[in-house]
């Protein structure tokens, strides 16, 4: 089953950045990329990857046809994603303990949610 770890950046998340210094930051860094590695090495990685900053979002729409691009996030939050692992485990309990590894956890926390499997739907 299909399970996506979702990093949260905010407030919190900024500061407690702001506070580490260059080798922790460093440290942090190179934590995702063991995981990445760790989880790959497990054959439970789908995909990971960090998002660029909301700025550089678009909302993207389509009214009577044409394509409408407009600039920034659809809604302003104080809160935004800034990267996922998503997996392939055996179960709840499996993506838990894959999320208790992500650097972030031990921060503010990672959010972990399981992925619609939509294989068996009839349209």
Known sequence: MKYLILIQSNERSLAIWDKMTEDEQMAFGQGHLRLSAE???AGVLVASEGL???SLARFVSVRDGDTVVSDGPY???KEHLAGFY???V??????HEWAAKVPDAATIGVEVR???DMSG???
Do not use: N, Q, R, T
């Open 39 to 41: 989880m790959g090495e």
């Open 52 to 54: 660029a900053d909301p």
């Open 75 to 77: 809604a302003e939050v």
């Open 86 to 88: 998503l997996i392939d």
């Open 90 to 95: 055996a179960g709840a309990k499996e993506a």
């Open 114 to 116: 399981p992925v619609l």
């Open 121 to 123: 739907w009839e349209f």
